[in-house]
Nanobody, 118 residues
Framework: EVQLVESGGGLVQPGGSLRLSCAAS????????MSWVRQAPGKGLEWVSH????????TYADSMKGRFTISRDNAKNTLALQMNSLKPEDTAIYYC???????????WGQGTQVTVSS
C-alpha cells in the first residue's frame, strides 16, 4: 500500500520558516511527480507546488512564489517544502500527494498542521 507521511508542521510566528517533509514508501517514488496541497480552516483544497519526477521542474502557486521551495531526494524517497516568510494566511493543513498530472492525485498523506500566529 502506498504510504505518504508528512512531518515538520508546527506553530511559527509571522515571518518565520518551517520545513515540511514527506516520506514516501511502497511505490517507485522517482517515477512520479509530487505536489503539496493545503487546506486552510473552513476553506477548500489549494494547490501549493509541484515537482517533476526527476526534480528538474518545479511550479508554484502565485502566492507562494519566492517564499516556498519544493525539493525531492529520490534516493531517500522524500519530498520537502521549505517555507520562508510565513504569513498568517499560510495557516493550513499541508498534504503531500502523488501527482498523476493535471492536478489529479491518487494518494495523499495524512497532513501536517502549520499555524502562523504571533
Amino acid at each position: 500500500e502506498v504510504q505518504l507521511v508528512e512531518s515538520g508542521g508546527g506553530l511559527v510566528q509571522p515571518g518565520g520558516s518551517l520545513r515540511l517533509s514527506c516520506a514516501a514508501s511502497e511505490f517507485t517514488f522517482s517515477n512520479y511527480g509530487m505536489s503539496w496541497v493545503r487546506q486552510a480552516p473552513g476553506k477548500g483544497l489549494e494547490w501549493v507546488s509541484h515537482i517533476s519526477s526527476g526534480g528538474g521542474t518545479t511550479t508554484y502557486a502565485d502566492s507562494m512564489k519566492g517564499r516556498f521551495t519544493i525539493s525531492r531526494d529520490n534516493a531517500k524517497n522524500t519530498l520537502a517544502l521549505q517555507m520562508n516568510s510565513l504569513k498568517p494566511e499560510d495557516t493550513a493543513i499541508y498534504y503531500c500527494a502523488r501527482d498523476l498530472g493535471g492536478r489529479s492525485y491518487d494518494y495523499w498523506g495524512q497532513g501536517t498542521q502549520v499555524t502562523v500566529s504571533s
